[in-house]
């Protein structure tokens, strides 16, 4: 039998994660390189949502491989997509050595697939992406467990894209709770850095940033990204103290962030949870940190605070 057959079923899921969220990649640059976006808005009237042929085309990629391999297991992708015959050659089939070689957390050894919720953001930053921002871009997939994100991949396709040819571009962090984070580097800064949205600023992310008093602020897109930079240690919280970002957005950075002893909660210092009835909208906003997640969680001002619907989780 092989290897991936006889794992425990979270490490299956994220072994397959990382080599799907690789392969959609592939997909998301093709579309790109071959200039073939084909825009639609979903946002409704004045709403700049985009959805673009490459987060069609790597939705339907993850969610059917995860299907095919995982039959009977509840997926939950951003994207509302017709039901489509997909090709044997389009589901992917690959695992990654890395993730099958770790030992399972004993907490983990026995999940069962009727408690396991995967979360997919397939192009996590599509503005971005629609921009020409292309580090910005994430693929996200988040394996969620009773509720909680327990597993977390974060694909960047475009990662090294100025300076390295097309196979050497992209890089892949997963993580695990009990386990820890694999695919990058934390170097500890001096300096308070936040990084929140490039293209939902309101007053009030704003107004709560300043309360903050930052030595740097960090516009970029994402939140897959943003938490790449927490992990990284280039920033030292991403705070966005306004309703939009969604649980396919956290689920996965999440999880690979609390796997390395981070916090992501919302602006009311309460945890997400993650099963299959919960409410998409991230509405309690979101404060995330690699450490210090207290002192950002305190400066959230009151009044912006209250505006905000925590989401009670049972
Ligand atoms: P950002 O930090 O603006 O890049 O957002 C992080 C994630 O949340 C992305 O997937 C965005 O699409 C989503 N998001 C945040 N705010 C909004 C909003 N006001 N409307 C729609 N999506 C949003
Ligand atoms: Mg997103
Ligand atoms: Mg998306």
Not at 55 to 72: K, N, W, Y
Not at 98 to 111: A, R, S, T
Not at 126 to 137: A, K, P, S, W
Request: charged share 25%.
């Amino acid at each position: 039998m092989a290897a991936s057959s006889t794992s425990p079923l979270i490490i299956r899921l994220v072994s397959a994660s990382v080599a799907i969220a690789n392969r959609a990649g592939s997909i998301i640059r093709k579309i790109m390189k071959d200039g073939s976006l084909n825009i639609v808005q979903k946002g409704g009237e004045g709403i700049f949502d985009p959805q673009t042929e490459a987060d069609r085309r790597a939705q339907h990629c993850i969610v059917a491989s995860l299907m095919t391999r995982f039959p009977g297991i509840t997926v939950i992708g951003e994207e509302e997509l017709e039901k489509e015959k997909i090709e044997d050659r389009q589901i992917e089939m690959g695992d990654s050595q890395e993730v099958l070689g770790v030992q399972c957390p004993p907490q983990y050894q026995d999940i069962d697939l009727k408690d396991v919720v995967v979360w997919v953001d397939p192009v996590d930053g599509t503005t971005e992406y629609t921009q020409g921002y292309l580090d910005h871009v994430t693929v996200l997939i988040g394996v969620a467990v009773k509720g909680v994100a327990v597993g977390g991949v974060i694909h960047q396709p475009y990662f090294n894209y100025k300076t390295s040819p097309v196979e050497e571009q992209g890089r892949t962090m997963w993580g695990i709770l009990g386990l820890g984070g694999f695919g990058f580097e934390h170097k500890e800064s001096s300096k308070r850095v936040i990084t929140t949205t490039r293209s939902h600023l309101t007053e009030d992310v704003q107004k709560t940033i300043d309360a903050m008093k930052p030595d740097e602020i960090l516009r970029v897109g994402g939140a897959g990204h943003k938490v790449i930079l927490l992990l990284e240690g280039r920033a030292s919280a991403y705070v966005f103290a306004s309703l939009g970002c969604k649980k396919w957005d956290t689920c996965a950075p999440e999880a690979i962030l609390h796997a390395v002893g981070g916090k992501l909660t919302d602006c009311h210092n309460n945890s997400y949870v993650y099963h299959k009835d919960v409410e998409h909208r991230n509405t309690g906003g979101v404060v995330a940190a690699y450490s210090n997640h207290d002192f950002y969680i305190q400066r959230v001002p009151t009044s912006i605070r209250d505006k905000l619907p925590t989401q009670v989780s049972e």
